[in-house]
């Protein structure tokens, strides 16, 4: 090795220092999360409805990161086999996401118990006390969305293990507040329990920032859309990639007599079309065609098996292509391993940068 090969190595070794450092530092920024989560990193993988199944929720788990099965409206006997089916994927650990909503609600709590999960999440809407106490009796932690500090709050004096703020930069059913802002809300007021931040996030360098802001990790769903393991039809990857920031779009509500829930999908015929059947059923509600309730329900009824049909079915044109406007950082199809293996190298790189301009 001559002498600028000695050089050079000296360079690549200082360097490898420095990066060890970084990570030393990035570990211990997340430790609350790690610890929490029993995972080496702290990113927990959003549950996607359809999406986040046993190939992707093993796979991020395999990756170092917490998969969450999504249960959407599964019955408790098919949660129950994809339980199992994920656990012959991976002996890591993976959490349940579970909809407040869903009627079985007690019977899935306890077949999570009955399969020894020991992470549930559980979202759409405030979650019943009675269902955290049940989550808990099974011996699971308790996890659910905070979507304001008078929330947080109070799910911590309900007993909650740890909570996720969602801005409404996710793609799904979203809140009205920034991630950015939430994350100055409640991070430095809640203290008692790990906070995950969720939101918007497509890059290691934003996961640093909200840590150092006290977050104990992160959740991101829109970036593992198109991780190979994912089961998402070709086509509805193929519109992740395309699409830009600007195309993940909030649905939106006609007339405030008939609410709709915000949820931030890609534009397509489906949105479109959404706009003209609550104008057409206002219109014969306006013509007393229709009672208030059955032009609700007809309004809610207007994307019932969407998402399945995107996911699933590739219909990215009528069906729904819910995405964050982190949609735009994602930009081809990749191992999860390497998805998780980029994040944490950028978050490693920023905190390198920083040390070498110090
Ligand atoms: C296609 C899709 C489906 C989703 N389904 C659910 C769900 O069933 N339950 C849930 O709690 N969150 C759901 N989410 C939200 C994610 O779990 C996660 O919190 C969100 O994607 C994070 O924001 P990001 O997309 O900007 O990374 C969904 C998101 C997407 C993109």
């Not at 949820?263 to 007393?288: M, W």
Request: net charge neutral.
């Amino acid at each position: 090795m001559g002498a600028d090969g000695g050089a050079d190595g000296g360079a690549a070794a200082r360097d490898g220092v420095m990066a060890a450092a970084a990570r030393g530092r990035l570990d211990r920024l997340w430790q609350a999360g790690q610890g929490f989560l029993g995972r080496p990193l702290a990113v927990m993988g959003g549950a996607m409805t359809w999406v986040s199944e046993r190939r992707l929720v093993s796979a991020i788990s395999n990756g170092g990161g917490f998969g969450v099965l999504a249960c959407g409206s599964m019955s408790p006997e098919l949660l129950a086999a994809e339980i199992e089916a994920t656990r012959a994927l991976t002996d890591q650990p993976f959490g349940v996401n579970l909809i407040s909503l869903h009627p079985k609600l007690e019977e899935l709590i306890d077949v999570c118990a009955a399969h020894r999960v020991g992470h549930v999440v559980i979202a759409g809407g405030l979650p019943p006390k009675a269902a955290i106490r049940r989550i808990r009796a099974g011996g699971a932690r308790a996890i659910a969305f905070a979507p304001a500090l008078g929330v947080a709050r109070k799910l911590v004096r309900d007993g909650i293990d740890a909570l996720v703020i969602e801005g409404s930069e996710a793609g799904g059913h979203i809140g009205p507040v920034a991630t950015s802002v939430l994350a100055q809300e409640i991070l430095p007021a809640i203290r008692e329990v790990p906070v995950f931040v969720a939101g918007g996030i497509g890059r290691g360098e934003a996961i640093l920032s909200f840590l150092e802001m006290g977050a104990a990790g992160v959740q991101i769903g829109t970036r593992f859309v198109c991780a190979t393991e994912s089961i998402a039809h070709p086509r509805f990857k193929q519109a992740f990639i395309r699409a830009s920031a600007r195309d993940a779009m909030p649905s939106v509500q006609l007339d405030p007599r008939f609410p709709v829930i915000p949820v931030r999908a890609l534009a397509n015929d489906g949105t479109r079309g959404f706009l003209a059947c609550q104008r057409e059923v206002i219109d014969r509600f306006n013509r007393g065609e229709l009672s208030q309730k059955e032009a609700q329900l007809e309004i809610e009824h207007y994307w019932a098996g969407a998402l399945r049909r995107a996911v699933i079915d590739g219909d990215v044109e009528t069906g729904s292509l819910m995405a964050g406007q982190s949609v735009g950082l994602v930009t081809k199809e990749q191992p999860t391993a390497e998805i998780l293996g980029e994040l944490v190298g950028q978050a490693v790189e920023a905190l390198v940068r920083r040390d070498a301009a110090a």
